[in-house]
Structure formats: C-alpha cells, structure tokens
C-alpha cells in the first residue's frame, strides 16, 4: 500500500466548480426574476467545464481518461458480483459519470435556446424563435428531475462507501492522493490542459451568442415637413 496521485489538479477543479455551477443554476432558477440572468451565466460556466471535461477525457492523466474506466457490460456485472477491482472510477461508477455528462449535456444545450416568457431569453434564443424555444423549454424542465436525481445517487454512494466499505472518496478529490495499490497517474501536461482549456473556451464563446449579429434597427418613418 502506497500513497499516489490518482486525481490531478484539472480533474479536481472541474469537479468542484461543476458542483458550484450546479447548485448556483438550481439555486437561480428557483427563485426567478433577476436570478435568471445568473442562471444564464451558471450555464455558460458549466458548458465550458462540460467540454473542458469530454477533452480532458481523452488528453488528461490516466484515471481522468474515458479508456480507463469507461467499460462494458460484463466488467460492470463483475464488479457487482465483487470480481472487479481496480483504481479510479469503478465500472457502475463510470456509468454515473456518463449519465451525469450526458444530462448535463442535454440541459445546457437546451438552456441555450430557452425563454421564460417573461424576460430571460438563452443566449442563442435569437437563432431560433419563440415556437422552437418553447419545445425545448419543455425538454430542459422534463430533464431536471433527473439531474437531481443522479446527483443524490451519487451523494448515497459516498455515504455508502464511507459507511460500508471504510473508504472516502471526497478526500482523493480535494488532495488529490489516495492509499491503496494503484500507480501514480501519469499525462495530462501543461499542453494538454490548454489545448483542452482553448477549445473550452471557444465553446463558451459559440455558446453566448456573442457572435451572432444584432438585428439592423427599424427604419425611420419620413414625415413630409409642411
């Protein structure tokens, strides 16, 4: 048993601000009005992480990377029937994460769209109108239950491996070291982590409608000077 890095600094950041960005959108779209507008701004945050994190997946340390714990059916039924050990995210755990990315995926994509029929409009409203927002409005209300769901799924699982299995896993995630048989993860350098950072940041860029051009202003009515 040894002590070694199995969470590197990315990882670590996308976890916790991803957790901040989460509860800041839950928090602002429950009270409404005004907050909307930081709702808005949560959402851009999570876009950027989101995209930072399905890059990183590819390009990042060893037990950051999607061919590590990402697995298929039969690995996860031998980690349910105790066959499977290993480090990072275990077979049903790597599931978690899957879902937890795709949801998330399908709630900024349709927030980006969205109207409350009062005043916020999502940053790309302008590209597709009041009926198609209107639809996707429905989609993205239809997909919360599910987010807050997996995320106290994922909640029961840190109680149960505190709990039942003697391990916790939040610490690894704020040290970023564990105790156990695994090796030091390796990869996920300094160019790694900008190449991963630019094309996040490019997301968020084509995610706020900054570039999208303002409608021409109406044409002043001449009146005929008597």
């Given at each position: 048993m040894?002590r ?7 990882t670590?950041?996308?976890?916790w ?28 945050v ?24 990402v ?9 349910l029937?105790?066959?499977?050990h290993?480090e ?9 994460v899957?879902?937890v ?10 927030g980006l769209f ?18 198609f927002?209107d ?21 029961a699982?840190i109680?149960f ?5 003697k391990e ?5 995630m ?13 990869g ?13 940041l ?8 900054a ?16």
């Amino acid at each position: 048993m040894n002590r070694f890095l199995i969470w590197d600094l990315p990882t670590r950041l996308f976890h916790w601000l991803l957790v901040l960005c989460v509860c800041g959108s839950f928090v602002s779209a429950k009270i409404g009005g005004n907050a909307m507008v930081w709702h808005g701004r949560f959402g851009l945050v999570v876009v950027g992480l989101l995209v930072f994190r399905l890059v990183w997946g590819f390009v990042g340390s060893t037990y950051a990377r999607f061919t590590q714990f990402v697995r298929g059916p039969a690995t996860v039924l031998a980690y349910l029937r105790g066959h499977w050990h290993g480090e990072g995210h275990n077979p049903l755990g790597a599931l978690s994460v899957l879902a937890v990315l795709g949801t998330l995926l399908l709630l900024v994509a349709t927030g980006l769209f969205a109207n409350d029929d009062i005043a916020f409009e999502g940053p790309l409203y302008a590209l597709v109108g009041k009926e198609f927002s209107d639809r996707v409005v429905g989609i993205h209300r239809l997909v919360e239950p599910l987010i807050i769901f997996l995320v106290l799924a994922h909640l029961a699982a840190i109680a149960f491996y505190v709990r039942v299995k003697k391990e916790t896993l939040i610490m690894p995630m704020i040290t970023g070291e564990k105790v156990g048989a695994g090796e030091t993860a390796k990869g996920g350098g300094a160019i790694a982590f900008i190449a991963a950072l630019i094309v996040a940041l490019a997301a968020v860029y084509g995610a706020s409608g900054a570039w999208i051009q303002a409608p021409p202003p109406p044409a002043a009515n001449s009146t005929p000077n008597f």
